[in-house]
């Protein structure tokens, strides 16, 4: 499941694209931990999103992301995936 949602122009194309943290580890043992995603940035084409591979932007997070927050240093973005009982997981997302 996504767990948190960020919205932010990673392209500065001036359309918002999203950026996803997923997994949730306390479920009911028959079921089975939620850990399958390592995060998706969606890139918005306009009328749809496309979903980007970790190739294309570095974003690739193990373990329960709860909280995505942006920030800048000197200028540039770096994101924040804070996890749950983790440590935080600092990105700049590949640019091309």
Do not use: C
């Not at 890139?43 to 974003?59: D, H, I, Q, R, V």
């Not at 329960?64 to 800048?72: A, D, S, T």
């Not at 983790?86 to 700049?92: A, M, P, Q, T, W």
Request: aromatic share 10%; glycine share 8%; net charge positive.
């Amino acid at each position: 499941p996504t767990m948190s949602i960020m919205v932010d122009d990673v392209d500065q194309d001036k359309l918002p694209d999203l950026i996803l943290g997923s997994n949730f580890f306390p479920i009911n043992i028959q079921m089975g931990r939620y850990d399958g995603s390592y995060g998706t940035v969606l890139k918005n084409k306009g009328k749809s999103f496309e979903a980007l591979p970790p190739s294309k932007t570095g974003w690739s997070i193990k373990g329960e992301v709860r909280h995505l927050k942006k920030i800048n240093i000197r200028g540039e973005k770096v994101y924040l995936a804070i996890r749950n009982n983790d440590v935080v997981y600092s990105y700049k997302l590949i640019k091309k």
